[in-house]
C-alpha cells in the first residue's frame, strides 16, 4: 500500500479513535471516498470496521467529479447569474445605470467570479 494510503487510513483511525474517546459517532453513512485523478488505485478505506462507499461525484463546496471536470459547477454560476439578471430585468423599474451596475456587482458577478477562479 502506497505511503499516501497508510497516511490517510491512519487518519481515519485516529479520528476513529478520538470519536470514541469522546463518546461521539460517526455517521458512516455520510462518509464518502472521492478518488481523483488518473493513476489512482482506488484503494479501499475503512472507518472503524465498516468499508467507506465510494462515490463518482463530490462537492466540497466545488462540484467536482473523478475526472476533475467543473462544468457542472461553471454551469451553475451561470445559470445562477443568468437567474439573477432576468429577476432584475422583471423587478427593476429603474434603468439608470449606477442602479443596474450596483444589483450587477451585488448579484451577478459573484457566482461568476467563483466560477472562473475554478
Known sequence: ?????????????RLEKSADRNLLQFNQGKFKVLHLGRN????????GDTHMMLCRKGTVGVLVD????????????????DG??????QSIASR???VILALCSLLV?????YG???
Open 109 to 113: 458577478r459573484p457566482p461568476l467570479e
Open 96 to 98: 439608470l445605470r449606477e
Open 1 to 13: 500500500m502506497p505511503e499516501g494510503h497508510v497516511t490517510i487510513q491512519t487518519d481515519l483511525e
Open 84 to 89: 439573477s439578471l432576468g429577476c432584475m430585468r
Open 66 to 81: 473523478t475526472k476533475m471536470n467543473m462544468n457542472k459547477q461553471c454551469a451553475l454560476a451561470l445559470k445562477k447569474s
Open 116 to 118: 472562473v477562479h475554478l
Open 40 to 47: 489512482n488505485s482506488l484503494h479501499q478505506y475503512m472507518l
